[in-house]
Structure formats: C-alpha cells, structure tokens
C-alpha cells in the first residue's frame, strides 16, 4: 500500500504545481505572456520536428496543429492601430501558410521547419528585448536622499 500512498501524494504534488503554474501566468506582464506563446509554438515546431524524424505522423500532425493554432491567436490578437502589426501580419500569414505547405508535405518539406523555428525565434527575441525595455523604464529608480 506505501506505493498507493505514495502515488496519492504525488498527484497532489501535480496539483499544486498546476495552482502554481496558473498563479504565475496570472502575475505575468503582457510582454512576459508574449514570450511565453512564441515558447510554446517553437516547441511544438520542434516536437513537430522530432516526430517528423520518427515517423510518429499523428503526433507530428498534432505538434504542428498546435503551432497553427497559436499563430493563429497572434495574429487575430494583433492591434492593427500600431504601425508594426501590418509587419507582423505578413509575417504570421508567411508562417501560416508554409506550416500548411509542411503539414501537406511531410517528408518533402521537412527542411522548412528549422526556418519556421527560426523566424519564430527572432519574433519571440525581438519581442523579449521589447519587454525588458518597457521593464527597465517602469521600474522605480534609486534616488538617494541626501540629508
């Protein structure tokens, strides 16, 4: 029985670090959210990549399902008000349509992918940097008092 015992304890285990995990999402800034999302769409470029190499087609179809879907959210997210998200529109259309060409071709067009995770990793580094500006110019600054 310790092993039930055991097995209960960690299942709770994986239920707080679910209450943790959705805590911190919740205190992220929007910039750190961003980020996050690229993370999640290059690694499922690269499970893509990973299952492709198998021959595990169903979990490949469903890594690059997932990267779709996310690009997807990007772009519908998208303020058109700002000048740069025209831009970022052709880019994730650019995206989108060669993840399709992928998802048709397989083995043919497998080459594709590491330029997928690449253009996806200058948007997340770009968007990064951005962030930590906008951190650095809201974060209270040192005054000595002098006196």
Do not use: W
């Amino acid at each position: 029985m310790p092993v039930l015992k055991f097995r209960i304890i960690g299942e709770d285990m994986k239920e707080y670090q679910k209450k943790y995990q959705e805590q911190s999402i919740m205190q992220m800034s929007q910039g750190e959210l961003l980020v996050l999302t690229f993370d999640e769409a290059i690694k499922s470029l690269k499970l893509a990549e990973f299952a492709l190499e198998d021959k595990k087609y169903d979990k490949f179809e469903e890594a690059m399902k997932k990267c779709n879907m996310i690009i997807r959210y990007l772009r519908q997210t998208l303020d058109m008000e700002q000048p740069i998200s025209r831009d970022l529109l052709r880019l994730y259309d650019f995206v989108t349509f060669d993840l399709g060409l992928v998802l048709a071709g397989r083995d043919r067009r497998k080459d594709e992918l590491p330029k997928l995770v690449a253009i996806l990793t200058d948007l997340r580094d770009g968007f990064y940097g951005a962030s930590q500006k906008v951190m650095d110019t809201h974060m209270p600054k040192e005054v000595k008092v002098v006196g």
